[in-house]
Nanobody, 115 residues
Framework: QVQLVESGGGLVQAGGSLRLSCAAS????????MGWYRQAPGKQRELVAR???????NYAYSVKGRFTISRNFAKNTVYLQMNSLKPEDTAVYYC?????????WGQGTQVTVSS
């Protein structure tokens, strides 16, 4: 089993920055791709960014150029650096890990961007 714990969410003004962290524990050797998803009230959960074990990345069009996903394999941690935040980025952000036999989700961290 894999456990994921997110941190770094909070309240920030438009144009500001936040850095989210997701620490994985348990059977971390089984993890391949890790990513960040978000869900706003009344909306479906959507992919924000993901990174493979080989370092390949993908971003949602709405965040490309503003957000950067990175991964520290020694610390079993994935990060999401969010710059130039907009009110439309307000959501609960969830960490996701894709393993060999299953996938896993964190509990989520709230990001609120005020105008």
């Amino acid at each position: 089993q894999v456990q994921l714990v997110e941190s770094g969410g909070g309240l920030v003004q438009a144009g500001g920055s936040l850095r989210l962290s997701c620490a994985a524990s348990g059977s971390t050797f089984s993890i391949n791709t890790m990513g960040w998803y978000r869900q706003a009230p009344g909306k479906q959960r959507e992919l924000v960014a993901r990174i493979t074990s080989g370092g390949s990345t993908n971003y949602a069009y709405s965040v490309k150029g503003r957000f950067t996903i990175s991964r520290n394999f020694a610390k079993n941690t994935v990060y999401l650096q969010m710059n130039s935040l907009k009110p439309e980025d307000t959501a609960v952000y969830y960490c996701n890990a894709w393993g060999v036999v299953d996938n896993y989700w964190g509990q989520g961290t709230q990001v609120t961007v005020s105008s």
